[in-house]
Nanobody, 117 residues
Framework: QVQLVESGGGLVQAGGSLRLSCAAS????????MGWYRQAPGKQRELVAT???????NYADSVKGRFTISRGHAKNTVYLQMGDLKPEDTDVYYC???????????WGQGTQVTVSS
């Protein structure tokens, strides 16, 4: 199995920055893609940003120009640098990974991001 552990969430004022980290461990040959999603209570989980093994990235329109996704040198870690945060960015953020050899994606436990106005 594969475990994803997120860190870096917290409380920040509007206009501020946060950096989320996610580390994958376990039975990993290689990781195809990693990403960040977010979910508010009662709402569907939505894509924030994804990055592939060749570093191609994709962003939700709402975060383009403010958030940057990147992977660590070991390729088993993913980061989300969040800038110019807005109250509407308040959500639980989940790390996601597609691992070679598994037909389903893995998810982290989530980390809370709260942006105060």
């Amino acid at each position: 199995q594969v475990q994803l552990v997120e860190s870096g969430g917290g409380l920040v004022q509007a206009g501020g920055s946060l950096r989320l980290s996610c580390a994958a461990s376990g039975s990993i040959l290689s990781i195809n893609h990693m990403g960040w999603y977010r979910q508010a209570p009662g709402k569907q989980r939505e894509l924030v940003a994804t990055i592939t093994s060749d570093s191609s990235t994709n962003y939700a329109d709402s975060v383009k120009g403010r958030f940057t996704i990147s992977r660590g040198h070991a390729k088993n870690t993913v980061y989300l640098q969040m800038g110019d945060l807005k109250p509407e960015d308040t959500d639980v953020y989940y790390c996601n990974a597609g691992v070679v050899g598994y037909y389903y994606d893995f998810w982290g436990q989530g980390t809370q991001v709260t942006v105060s106005s």
